[in-house]
């Protein structure tokens, strides 16, 4: 299925979860922010929100710094 993730399009498996996707690009466990068609994803739900085809993600990390 194609999807656009932060404005970039991207191939991905049928059926893949939030969680599956933040795994497979080495984002599991950091501090972050997932959009899924313009809708916050809360953290809790990461690993049941199933992405479809055509779907917009925007995903931010936390950055520290002072």
């Known amino acids: 299925m194609q999807i656009v993730l932060n404005g970039e399009s991207r191939q991905l498996a049928a059926g893949q979860t939030v969680a599956a996707l ?9 501090r972050l922010a997932v959009e899924r068609n313009g809708d916050i994803v809360p953290k809790s739900q990461h690993g049941v929100t199933a992405i479809q085809d055509g779907d917009q993600l925007e995903i931010v990390v936390a950055v520290g710094g002072g």
């Open 22 to 30: 933040l795994d497979e690009l080495g984002y599991a466990g950091k």
